[in-house]
C-alpha cells in the first residue's frame, strides 16, 4: 500500500499539472481514483485506483480533498481523484419585478437554509446542492409551492463543490 499524506496540485489549478494528465490520461502512466463528495472530507481513506493500486490517504488536518487533485506524480505514475457525480438540484429565479425579486430569493434562501444543505451559487445566480434521492425533488417542489412558477428547476447528475463559506453537514 501506498501512502499519501498531501497532495501534490491540482489539475484544474495548475497548468503544469494539467498538462500532464491531459497527455497522460488514455495512458497507463495515469491512475483514477473516484471518490464520493462525503469522503472528500476525510482526513484518512483507504482506496483503490482505476488500476488497483492501493493507496492510503493519511493528510494532515489541511483542507479536504478536490475533484482533480493529484495524489502522486512521479515519472512512472500519476494518480488524479475523480469526483464521483451526484443528482443536484438547479434553481434559477425568473426575471422578476425587484420586489418580487428580493421577496423570491428570501423565501429560497429561508427554505432551503431549513434544510440545512451546502449550496453552491454560480456567476449567473443559479443556486444548486445535492439531493440524496429523487423523491427529494418533488419535496422541494411541494416547499417552493408558492414560489414555484418564479422558478426554473433542473435537476442532473454532475460534480457538486459546495461554495467554501457554505459548506455546511448535511442532516
Known sequence: MLTVTETIGNIFHDKEL???F????????CEVVKISRSELEKTRLRVKTNQGTDLGLILNSAPKLHNGDVLLNSPEKMVVIEQIPEKVISIKIKKLAEDSQNETSVILGHIIGNRHRPIQIDKNGIISFPILADSEVEVFKKLFS???????????NRIFEPKKEMDVHEH
Do not use: F, M, T, Y
Open 18 to 20: 494539467g498538462g500532464k
Open 22 to 29: 491531459e497527455q497522460l490520461r488514455h495512458s497507463p502512466k
Open 146 to 156: 408558492k414560489i414555484i412558477n418564479q422558478l426554473e428547476i433542473k435537476v442532473e
